[in-house]
């Protein structure tokens, strides 16, 4: 039973590591700069492999100007944002309110059903983590993972967004 469960977890972090490649590919043709904030990569850089840490979604980050360019790409990419009202059908002003208000949307890839969460921002509201956009982005170090290189927050800004982000399922 362990094996099993142990086997469906591999398979999982392997299907989202799959999916980040996906966008690391889509995102690069389209040159929109972002960061995987969790995941498998950060599993590679802390622990070796992409196994040893259970994830559930891909967290990107990316910059707000990039946002609607990149919820288009996601789209055509078969993920569904899964807000009330989603992004692409907002109009101007409620975009930028949802933009000043939020931090991220949610997708679900409806082939694969993986979960995708697109940050523009690393948490809501901004100064709950003392990060400037500025300083994650001048600061961003990369990992090598099977032949690619995947954008991570540095080591600073990596235990100040996991220590928030680790205190909001407190």
Request: charged share 25%; proline share 4%.
């Given at each position: 039973h ?38 498998p990569?950060?599993?590679q850089?802390?622990?070796g ?8 979604d ?5 910059r707000?100007d990039d ?36 931090h991220?949307?949610m ?5 694969t059903?993986i ?10 509201p901004?100064?709950?983590?003392p990060?400037?956009?500025?300083e994650a ?6 990992i090598e993972l099977?032949?690619r290189?995947l954008?991570?927050?540095c ?6 967004y996991?220590s928030?982000?680790g205190a909001k399922?407190?």
């Amino acid at each position: 039973h362990l094996d099993t469960q142990a086997h469906i977890k591999i398979k999982h972090n392997l299907l989202l590591l799959r999916q980040i490649f996906l966008v690391e590919t889509a995102f690069s043709k389209e040159n929109i700069d972002w960061i995987t904030l969790k995941g498998p990569a950060l599993s590679q850089y802390l622990f070796g492999n992409v196994i040893n840490r259970q994830s559930n979604d891909v967290d990107i980050l990316v910059r707000p100007d990039d946002i609607l360019t990149t919820d288009k790409l996601l789209r055509k990419m078969s993920f569904k944002d899964q807000s009330e009202v989603p992004f692409h059908e907002m109009n101007e002003n409620e975009r930028k309110a949802f933009l000043k208000l939020g931090h991220e949307i949610m997708y679900i890839n409806q082939d694969t059903k993986i979960k995708l969460e697109l940050h523009w921002r690393m948490s809501t509201p901004a100064e709950l983590l003392p990060i400037t956009p500025e300083e994650a982005w001048n600061n961003v170090k990369y990992i090598e993972l099977s032949g690619r290189r995947l954008p991570i927050l540095c080591d600073k800004h990596l235990l100040l967004y996991l220590s928030s982000h680790g205190a909001k399922h407190l």
